[in-house]
Structure formats: C-alpha cells, structure tokens
C-alpha cells in the first residue's frame, strides 16, 4: 500500500489497524515490554500445589478442594495462553524488524537512484550548456566567415571586371602580335624544312656508308676465320707431320727399365704320352686364366689365341697323328700371315687415332684463336700441350708398329733359308717323350685402347735358344715402354 505522501507502507500494517500510526506502534511497544518483564518461567524443580500439599482429611470439604484444582487449571491455562501470545509477539516483532531494516534498504536504494539520476540529470544539463555554449560561438564563427566571404565575392568581382577589361586588351594586343608572329615563324618553317631536306639526304649517305663498311667488316672477319682455320690447319699438318718424321727418322729411344720381379713361368708337366692312334685331350685347369676356357673363337685379338686355344681344345689332326713337313709349313705360314696382318689393323688403327688426334689439335687451335678470355686460353693451351705429347706417343708407336712390320717383312727370307730339321723342331707342337712346355707371351700397344696381341708358341726346352732369348728381349722391351693405362683385353 502506498500512503498520501507516496512511500510504501510496510506489509504489516494490513494486520493491524492503525499501524502506521505512532501511538499504536508505541502502545504496542509497551505491550510488549510489560509481558517481557513480567513474565517468569515456572520453576522445574518445583512440583504443582495440588501435589505437593497433602490433602486435608475432613477439615476442608471435597467441594472446595474441586474449586480450588479447578481455579488452578484455569490459571495454567491462561499461564498458557499468555505464553503463546508473548510468542506470537516475539515473532511479529522480529518481522517488524525485519521488515523494517528491508524497509529503510528500500528507502536508501531509493535515495541513491534519485541522487544518482540528480547527478545524471546535473550533468546533462551541463552537457547541454556546454554545447550550446559552443553552438552560440560557431555562429559567430560563421557570421564572421559569412562577412569575409561577403568581401571576398566582392573584391573577386571587382577582379573579375578588371581582368576582362585586361584580357580584352590583351587579345586585341595578342592578335595585332600574332599576325607578326605567324609570318616570322612561317619564315623559320621553311629554314627548317630546308634543313630537314640536307640533314635526312645526309642521313642517307651516312646510313650507306654504314652498311659498306658493316659489309666490309663481314667480309673481313670471315676472311679472318678462314684465314684462322687453315693456321690451324698448316699447324696440325706441320705437327703431324713433324711428329712423323722425328718417330720415323730418329731411332727408338732407350725406355728406362722398370725394375721388376720376374715371375716364374708355370711349367705345365704334360700327360703321359698317350698312343699316337689315339685323341689329344686338353685339361682346362692346366691353361691360364688369363686366356680364358671358351672353346669359339674370336678375332678382336691381334694374334688370334683364341683360335689356337679352340684348335687345342676342339679335336685336331694335327695334335692326334704325326705332323708333316707341309702342314708344319703351312701353319708357320698362316701364323706369319695373321701377324702381319694383325700388325697392319694395329697400324689402321693407330694411324686413325692420330688423325682424330691432329683433328681435335686443329678444333682446339681455332678454340684458341677465337677466345678472348685469358683463363679459357690458358687451358686450352695446356690441353694442347698435353695433345700434342699424346701424338708424340702415338707417332712413336705408328713407328714401333711399323718397324715391326718391316721386320716381319724380312723374316720369311730368313726362314726360308733355314734348314729343314730346324723347322720341324720350331713347329713341333707337342714333345714324343712328354717333355715339359713353356708359353711365351708378347704384348702391342694400340694407342689408348689396347689390343693385346698373344703369340703362343709351344716350343720344346732346348732348341732355338738364340731365337727364343731374341723374342724375350723383345718381349721385355715393349713391356717397358707400356703404361697401365695402355694395357686392356678387348
């Protein structure tokens, strides 16, 4: 409930009438206090009236004692009722104040919001004036402003007027000066004309001379080129032919011997020997490794051993029954035959390693000539230096190669004139007696890729000393003058 003044009023005052009057809550109060003091808790120790005290026997009749317990209850029941109202007071003053402390919290809340909205309201109205306050200084900002801009459309009319009157005056002074001008700049257009004319016929002639002297250029520089690549050319010829000539004039050099550990040569004990009507059958165990154990045959050798190995493995006449004279000649003949020309694909050979050698000296010249930096010409001229002692190396075994041949030449005449039994004891392939057989080995370069050529000559211990001590010092010689790199099996 609200009163006149617009604040609540407290819930309890719906209960009593009259409650939100001072007197009732002070009447109410003293109420309270009076049955607060005056209100005492009945001893326990004690006991009631009625048991206590004896009953008297026949003094007192039985209708008093009744009224007496009767007044006593009645008193009890009031003690009762009493304390049951001083509760209920109890209560109903703990929610009075209870209700009170929720009622001033109300109020001060209430306070605080209308303080605070008061401060709100203050500092609205500050606001407000501030802004108006800067709104009435604006307006006179722009009043002035108004007025200075009222001045400046003024003066820029008067400008305006003059600039007119100015520029009228200025047109006819313009137009009085164009005229004049115009005829001295068409008079200067045609001096530039005049020149244009000289300096594009100029132009023409200058262009002309260029392009002669660009073409003249060409001419010369490829007459340069031509003239650069047969240098390189006449110098490879000279070098090659140079390096031809020192190999073919000068004599074989004196190789500086290695000094090696001779190994002993296996001495292969041959088989008992078997009858002369039967077959020669060959152990492969007993051949070397080095040759291999393949039966077929093979010409990438220069001296052919694989076809001898097949002819000792594969069933021959010649290794079962007697040789005669003119097989023996025969095969010394075909022997002779292929190393000669074994001898002469070695010379193909080299000789067409040497030509691509004097090529790349001719492409390495002209790479020479045509650079200009000093590091790429420095290397290029040591890889010349080093392919030109490579055709050194390669002249001097064309002219191994072809001494070889001139010896090979000159050995049939020799052999021809050798008696017969010696012969038979050179081409003697296998011993009666089952003598011991010695393999002898020779090597020949073929400039970097080598083709290994193999002579192996089955020869009984004893004859032909000289000639076999001839070919070991051969044999011994070309192996000094060889280099790892230059040994390979095709």
Not at 162 to 171: H, Y
Not at 177 to 200: I, N, P, S
Not at 304 to 315: E, F, P, R, T, V
């Amino acid at each position: 409930m609200d009163d006149q003044d617009g604040r609540l009023s407290p819930p309890y005052s719906r209960n009593y009438p009259g409650a939100g009057e001072p007197q009732f809550r002070s009447s109410l109060r003293s109420e309270a206090n009076s049955s607060i003091s005056s209100y005492r808790d009945f001893p326990n120790a004690r006991k009631y009236m009625a048991e206590g005290l004896a009953t008297p026997k026949g003094t007192i009749p039985q209708a008093n004692s009744r009224a007496v317990i009767s007044a006593l209850k009645g008193l009890q029941e009031k003690i009762r009722k009493l304390e049951l109202e001083r509760t209920d007071a109890e209560d109903n003053l703990k929610r009075l104040a209870k209700e009170s402390k929720h009622y001033k919290d109300i109020l001060q809340k209430e306070h605080y919001a209308k303080t605070a909205t008061q401060g709100i309201i203050s500092q609205q109205n500050e606001d407000l004036q501030e802004n108006l306050q800067a709104a009435e200084a604006r307006c006179t900002l722009l009043e002035k402003q108004l007025d200075y801009m009222r001045k400046m459309v003024q003066t820029a009319e008067m400008d305006r007027d003059n600039a007119v009157q100015r520029s009228a005056m200025l047109t006819q002074q313009v137009s009085h000066q164009a005229t004049e001008d115009f005829k001295g700049q068409l008079g200067k257009l045609t001096g530039l004309e005049r020149d244009h004319m000289k300096l594009t016929a100029s132009h023409s002639l200058a262009e002309n001379k260029i392009r002669e002297l660009e073409e003249r250029l060409r001419s010369e520089a490829h007459h340069r080129k031509l003239l650069q690549e047969k240098t390189a050319q006449l110098q490879t010829e000279s070098e090659k032919n140079r390096i031809l000539l020192e190999t073919a004039t000068s004599p074989p050099r004196p190789k500086k011997k290695k000094k090696k550990k001779l190994k002993a040569k296996p001495k292969m004990t041959a088989a008992p020997a078997p009858n002369p009507a039967g077959h020669f059958h060959l152990e492969l165990g007993n051949i070397p490794f080095v040759v291999g154990k393949s039966a077929t045959r093979s010409h990438s050798v220069g001296a052919n051993i694989q076809q001898a190995l097949s002819l000792l493995k594969n069933h021959n006449p010649t290794l079962c029954n007697a040789i005669t004279q003119r097989q023996a000649r025969r095969s010394s003949t075909s022997t002779t035959t292929s190393d000669s020309e074994s001898l002469e694909d070695l010379l193909l050979g080299l000789q067409d390693e040497f030509g691509h050698m004097s090529f790349e000296h001719q492409e390495l010249g002209r790479q020479i000539n045509d650079t200009d930096d000093l590091l790429i010409r420095e290397d290029l001229e040591r890889e010349l230096e080093h392919l030109v002692k490579r055709m050194e190396a390669k002249g001097e075994q064309i002219a191994m190669v072809k001494r070889q041949l001139a010896k090979r030449a000159t050995k049939p005449q020799k052999t021809r004139s050798r008696p017969v039994a010696r012969h038979r004891s050179t081409s003697a392939v296998l011993p009666s007696n089952g003598g011991e057989v010695q393999v002898v080995t020779t090597v020949k370069t073929k400039g970097k890729g080598v083709t290994a050529e193999v002579e192996n000559r089955i020869k009984r211990p004893g004859s032909q000393a000289d000639s076999n001590l001839k070919v070991l010092k051969g044999m011994q010689n070309l192996q000094s003058s060889l280099t790892k790199d230059d040994l390979h099996w095709d």
